[in-house]
């Protein structure tokens, strides 16, 4: 009796008070949002009322980081704390590529299981499958996010636009049919499936001309890659939002009596943007405008489920997005010409794929109701790369010597506490950049100077560039050649830092 009245109380008392005290946390981690895509960092011509929500109850960043601006290199920094430049074959992947997140080394991931979490990845993966061998898509696909410290994964393999066309569960390709094995080719055509180029005909959305995006069509789009096969497991590219939010919302509920840790990597508002039937046209800046509508209810959805099980106040959501916007990625979805005026990197010079500040600075939202105050605004500098050091410091874990080498401890920061953040960062559009400070060198680079097809203006300069992002946040007045010191200074931290 008395043994079993200790155990009730050292359960109330112990256990399981510790595990009500440890903060949640859930990463929601948009896809190509700009700068300027939300209300709350000062777009007009859409309305994102429950993002803007977090803002108000949290804090927003003014100077939050990827650390690219792609996808696949910005998701592999954040959950290895490693700078992507610095290990190769880490840029944008195909949808058969072997996994690039090391299984033998900690992830973000690894250390929120190893300090009592719940783990889950949903959405977009884009860091690849396997080991390098073909993948086998109609069996057992190892390893998976599950092998790198996600104890539940639901995603898809790459992008939307690229094969395969299908949610991986765990191990396992939902819906599979064994009478239709899905086969999946990058450099040939595989089956009898019509292609974009060949078929334009049977498209719903026409692709861009000389972007590609025009092999085997699921759905009505052309995709990049070729598939065959698993007819029955392949999306519908407007149930993808509704899908990922109902395995997010599930995870949270099957969770609520422990500590979790949520990656909710959305596919909006990347390419091919075919939001559910009930956004088309809603926002009236074409679909890249609806996908934004939707990925706003997504976050409604998942703040409503907190808070119906009472876990809103203790439970730390991060937002933000993995590189900067693109109008035109690849297909005619009215993003160029409905724009309406918006502004999609608001006051930033270029967009995604670009060394300039419309590249990798991004929305950053933190709200945490039980530890941070709300309605603040913070110029810190801070990089996605550095979550890893910051929840090492949350859940009190020491990090080894070679764990994550360029993540900076910003708990601080994030938090509220500490307003300067990072006091420089590596910055990766094509070229290489250094922030220190409010000064920006950017590396000359012999890269072409837009990127045509997409419109974006790339920052590649063949003579060096240095912005004064105080004074000149539009990277407009290259000051280069009044600060020569400067400008060699910076090139050689640089390249300091970039060997160290
Ligand atoms: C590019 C694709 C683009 C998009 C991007 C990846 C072409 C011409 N363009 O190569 O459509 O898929 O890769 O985007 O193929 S990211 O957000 O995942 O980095
Ligand atoms: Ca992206």
């Known amino acids: 009796m008395k043994k079993l009245l200790f155990m009730v109380l050292a359960a109330c008392a112990g256990h399981y008070s510790y595990a009500q005290q440890k903060p949640n946390v859930v990463i929601i981690y948009a896809d190509d949002l700009g700068y300027g895509d939300l209300g709350c960092y000062g777009a007009t011509k859409v309305k994102t009322p429950h993002i803007d929500r977090l803002a108000k109850e949290g804090i927003r960043f003014t100077n939050g980081h990827t650390t690219s601006a792609t996808c696949t290199p910005s998701r592999f920094a954040m959950l290895t704390g490693k700078y992507p430049w610095r290990k190769s074959g880490t840029g944008v992947l195909p949808g058969d590529a072997a996994m690039i997140v090391p299984v033998d080394k900690p992830s973000l991931a690894t250390l929120m299981q190893k300090g009592g979490y719940a783990t889950a990845l949903v959405g977009k993966w884009h860091l690849g499958l396997g080991d390098g061998r073909t993948i086998d898509w109609n069996g ?50 595989v089956g009898n499936d019509p292609t974009g180029k060949e ?46 939010t109902e395995r997010a919302e599930k995870f949270i509920e099957d969770n609520r009596a422990n500590p979790f840790f949520l990656y909710f990597a959305l596919s909006d508002i990347h390419v091919p943007r075919m939001p559910g039937t009930a956004f088309k046209g809603q926002s009236g800046l074409g679909y890249r405008g609806d996908a934004i509508l939707q990925m706003d209810w997504t976050v409604g959805r998942i703040m409503q489920k907190l808070q119906q099980l009472g876990l809103e106040k203790n439970t730390i959501v991060i937002f933000s997005s993995d590189n900067g916007p693109v109008l035109d990625d690849g297909y005619q979805d009215g993003a160029v010409t409905q724009l309406n005026g918006h502004k999609q990197a608001g006051p930033l010079r270029g967009g995604k794929y670009s060394a300039f500040e419309g590249g990798t600075r991004v929305p950053w939202i933190v709200r945490w109701p039980a530890k941070v105050k709300g309605g603040q605004t913070s110029d810190a500098l801070i990089s996605q790369v550095d979550l890893f050091a910051s929840f090492a410091r949350l859940t009190s874990q020491p990090l080894a010597a070679d764990d994550a080498p360029d993540s900076f401890d910003m708990l601080d920061a994030l938090t509220g506490k500490d307003g300067k953040g990072r006091p420089w960062l590596i910055l990766q559009g094509g070229a290489l950049s250094l922030v220190q400070g409010s000064l920006k060198y950017i590396t000359p680079s012999k890269g ?31 000051i280069a050649a009044q600060f020569p010191e400067k400008v060699k200074a910076m090139a050689a931290e640089l390249e300091r830092l970039k060997a160290a």
């Open 140 to 189: 057992e696909v190892r390893p998976s996010p599950n092998d790198v410290g996600f104890d539940y994964s639901f995603c898809f393999p790459a992008t939307a636009d690229r094969v395969p066309t299908v949610f991986l569960e765990n191990h396992t390709v939902l819906g599979l049919d064994k009478d239709d094995p899905i086969e999946v080719n990058y450099r040939q055509k």
């Open 448 to 478: 072409p100077k837009v990127a045509k097809e997409v419109d974006i203006e790339l920052g590649n300069d063949t003579e060096p560039q240095l912005y004064d992002l105080k004074k000149d946040i539009g990277e407009q007045q290259n």
């Open 199 to 244: 078929n334009p005909e049977l498209l719903k959305m026409a692709s861009s001309p000389g972007q590609g995006h025009n092999n085997t069509i699921v759905n009505g789009i052309g995709r990049i890659g070729f598939m065959k096969g698993g007819h029955k497991a392949r999306w519908t590219d407007e149930e993808l939002a509704y899908a990922f």
